[in-house]
Nanobody
Framework: QVQLVESGGGLVQAGGSLRLSCAAS????????MIWYRQAPGKQRELVAA???????NYADSVKGRFTNSRDNAKNTVYLEMTSLKPEATAVYYC??????????????WGQGTQVTVSS
């Protein structure tokens, strides 16, 4: 019913920047919180940043001041601007959205992930 597609990942040198996007499509009535997670090889998935429909943001301590989360509600799209990237940011980045579909059901949906690799 709801599809999320991430884009913008790639290879960047330490200190560089990347901008990730996550676009939601399908039968959507509304989207509440949109969340970015990441999972590095051999590690558990961790929350990176979250943004509510009203634009309130929350960040993991490890990215505060360097990552900026924003969203365009009209496009059902969330963005993650990542600056001053460090090698430890290397991971697959996933988008998660809490969405309400027509009929009122609420569910959590995941994208397929986009790889971010930061070289030292």
């Amino acid at each position: 019913q709801v599809q999320l597609v991430e884009s913008g990942g790639g290879l960047v040198q330490a200190g560089g920047s990347l901008r990730l996007s996550c676009a939601a499509s399908g039968r959507i009535f509304s989207i509440n919180t949109m969340i970015w997670y990441r999972q590095a090889p051999g590690k558990q998935r961790e929350l990176v940043a979250a943004i509510t429909s009203g634009g309130r943001t929350n960040y993991a301590d490890s990215v505060k001041g360097r990552f900026t989360n924003s969203r365009d509600n009209a496009k059902n799209t969330v963005y993650l601007e990542m600056t001053s990237l460090k090698p430890e940011a290397t991971a697959v980045y996933y988008c998660n959205a809490v969405a309400v579909v027509p009929g009122g059901a609420t569910g959590g949906y995941w994208g397929q992930g986009t790889q971010v690799t930061v070289s030292s």
